[in-house]
């Protein structure tokens, strides 16, 4: 059984950092891809980073290219997302996520079948 759990959620100034972390556990894909998805309350859901197992090629959306860096710790099984220069509008709950990579790109979004419970990001102004 995979299971996913975040940690580093907090409460900072805009212009702040913050660094999450997420250990993966029970993962068997032979190829898999990595992701942080954030939902604000009355917003949609949005992948923010992902990473795929292969050749760690990363993705990142537009709202946070430049100021966030997806990597992952293969000898502690954990994906880390390094957030910097923070805006309120990063405001949200952020979710770690793994899915299947049946090729050397990621499934949409829709398709992340493996997630954490959640930690909490709140950027004060």
């Known amino acids: 059984e995979v299971h996913l759990v975040e940690s580093g959620g907090g409460s900072v100034q805009a212009g702040g950092s913050l660094r999450l972390s997420c250990v993966v556990s029970?993962?068997?894909?032979?190829?898999?891809?990595l992701a942080w998805f954030r939902q604000a309350p009355g917003k949609e859901r949005e992948r923010v980073a992902r990473?795929?197992?292969?050749?760690?090629?990363?993705h990142y959306a537009d709202s946070v290219k430049g100021r966030f860096t997806i990597s992952k710790d293969n000898a502690k099984d954990t994906l880390h997302l390094q957030m910097n220069d923070l805006k309120p509008e990063d405001t949200a709950m952020y979710y770690c996520?793994?899915?299947?990579?049946?090729?050397?790109?990621?499934?949409?979004?829709?398709?992340?079948?493996?997630w954490g419970q959640g930690t909490q990001v709140t950027v004060s102004s």
């Open positions: 990473i795929h197992s292969s050749d760690d090629s990363t």
């Open positions: 996520a793994a899915a299947l990579a049946l090729g050397p790109g990621c499934p949409l979004a829709s398709d992340y079948n493996h």
């Open positions: 029970g993962l068997t894909y032979r190829r898999s891809c």
